[in-house]
């Protein structure tokens, strides 16, 4: 079975960084691209980042202004998340989801396989 292990949230003050973490199993990475989704309070899950097997990355929304780093090590199976220069308006549950499409797209229904999530709190 496919399964997706999010880690790494908390609570942060604005400017600050967090490192979110993606275990995967129970696939073989080279066929999966894989995300990371963020869920505010009350809205819908929106793109942050992606990364191919092959190491293509996109980045989403705001996340593309520099402050995020998506990276993976297919050796150990993980995806990760660097946050940093962290806002109020990134505060929710980050998921990360793959996609056997192999290919990264910022609409969450192309996902079908979905991690529990982390909460990220920045206040400010």
């Known amino acids: 079975d496919v399964q997706l292990q999010a880690s790494g949230g908390g609570l942060v003050q604005a400017g600050g960084s967090l490192r979110l973490s993606c275990g995967a199993s129970?696939?073989?990475?080279?066929?999966?691209?894989i995300a990371w989704f963020r869920q505010a309070p009350g809205k819908d899950r929106k793109g942050v980042a992606c990364?191919?097997?092959?190491?293509?990355?996109?980045l989403w929304g705001d996340s593309g202004e520099g402050r995020f780093v998506i990276s993976s090590d297919n050796a150990k199976n993980t995806v990760s998340l660097q946050m940093t220069s962290l806002r109020s308006e990134d505060t929710g549950v980050y998921y990360c989801?793959?996609?056997?499409?192999?290919?990264?797209?910022?609409?969450?229904?192309?996902?079908?396989?979905w991690g529990q999530g982390t909460l990220v709190t920045v206040s400010s």
């Open positions: 129970g696939f073989t990475r080279a066929d999966y691209a």
């Open positions: 990364i191919t097997s092959g190491g293509g990355r996109a």
């Open positions: 989801a793959a996609t056997d499409s192999r290919l990264c797209h910022p609409d969450h229904s192309r996902y079908g396989y």
